[in-house]
């Protein structure tokens, strides 16, 4: 049972973790899979334009919850934190495992715990960000003293590999960060935003009716005009979140940018004037794991000793809806 509270109460990450299925297919992999079908594609075609290398695909038969389950684990041992204590699970996903129930109760059931709430959220790309936002105004308010925040994706599984202009684009996996209530921020500012007039230039149109899928159940994907809307978009919420946390661009030690492609990151953070050694890549390694990306990025520059505690860094989600946001943070 949550108690009341009457002192000012924030949210702080206690410990983060990831999972990568280990089949991992180099571009040359890719190109030569795709050759079979007669799909010409190159490894150089691929890191010019998105500075991906390599990417990871789980096997069939391996879900959103099975790569959860070990980022979830991996995060709770790093916070010194038991299972038992979570009081809020939420999966940021728009892969889940079924259409009902959520990834997060699935997750639930894994970890062997059960009574905290658990729903997915689904803001595709921008989905880790609002899943954090969401659990920190939980705790802030008292509704929760430690969530489970998960970004969980198997996008091979909505891939066209037909079309290569977007194939070559994504991967799998999970991250996944322990929240905790703390008299001191942990998270100094959030802010979301959505423009559904935007949906149709990044979306899964099909749907599941009367027993068979409707539409088309595959990845389609405008991508100069995501290009052009996430750079812009990027800015100016980054601009917004550093002004309600009272700091500047000079504070940041640390952008991690949703890993979609080398030229949007760069792009924002000239635009912050951050130097580019401030911004953690992991795209070149993982591809676009949609929801995953943002916390498999922390993980990764957290457990290589990269960002340090104490440390102020900057998350930023933009993807399908059209969704973005932003959450400042002292680590
Ligand atoms: N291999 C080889 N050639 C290719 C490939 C490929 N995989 N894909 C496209 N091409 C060809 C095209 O057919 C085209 O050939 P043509 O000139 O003979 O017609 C040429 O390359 C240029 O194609 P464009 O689509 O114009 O390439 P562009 O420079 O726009 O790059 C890309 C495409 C990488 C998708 C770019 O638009 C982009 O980065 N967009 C951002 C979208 C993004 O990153 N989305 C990720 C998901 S969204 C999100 O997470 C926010």
């Known amino acids: 049972m949550t108690k009341p509270h009457t002192t000012p109460r924030y949210s ?16 040359a992999d890719l190109a030569a899979q795709l050759a079979l079908d007669g799909i010409e594609t190159s490894d150089e075609w691929i890191v010019e334009r998105t500075g991906i290398r390599a990417r990871h695909f789980a096997e069939a038969g391996v879900n959103a919850s ?11 041992e790093a916070a010194g934190v038991d299972a038992a204590e979570i009081d809020l699970i939420i999966v940021a996903t728009s ?17 062997g715990i059960a009574g905290c709430a658990a729903f997915d ?26 969530a489970l925040v998960v970004g969980a994706e198997v996008f091979s599984r909505i891939l066209d590999f037909k079309d290569r202009t977007t194939c070559v684009l994504f991967g799998d996996g999970a991250g996944a960060v322990v929240l905790g209530a703390s008299d001191t921020p942990g998270i100094l500012a959030t802010e979301l935003h959505a423009d559904g007039r935007h949906a149709g230039i990044l979306c899964v149109p099909g749907t599941v009716s ?9 990845l389609k994907m405008d991508g100069q005009a995501v290009f052009k809307l996430a750079v812009g978009v990027l800015d100016k919420v980054a601009r917004s979140v550093l002004e309600k946390a009272g700091r500047s661009e000079s504070d940041i030690d640390w952008l ?26 992991t795209v070149d390694q993982h591809g676009n794991t949609s929801a995953a990306s943002i916390p498999l990025a922390l993980d990764s520059a957290v457990r290589s000793g990269q960002i340090k505690p104490g440390e102020t ?3 930023e989600g933009v993807g399908g809806g059209f969704t973005w946001g932003a959450v400042l943070l002292d680590l």
Do not use: E
Request: proline letters at 6%.
């Open 12 to 27: 702080r990450i206690l410990g983060t973790g990831s999972f990568l299925p280990p089949k991992r297919l180099t571009n």
């Open 66 to 76: 099975d790569l959860s389950l070990p980022a979830a684990r991996a995060a709770l």
């Open 95 to 111: 892969t889940p495992d079924m259409v009902f129930p959520s990834t997060a109760c699935l997750l639930q059931q894994k970890l």
């Open 121 to 146: 959220v689904q803001a595709v790309c921008s989905g880790f960000v609002y899943a954090l936002t969401v659990a920190d105004s939980m705790i802030k308010t008292g509704a929760a003293s430690k």
């Open 210 to 218: 009367g027993g068979q899928i409707l539409g088309d159940p595959l």
């Open 256 to 281: 991690i940018p949703h890993q979609a492609n080398i030229r949007i990151m760069q792009g924002t953070a000239k635009k912050l004037k951050l130097s580019l050694d401030k911004v953690v890549v």
């Open 313 to 315: 860094v900057m998350l």
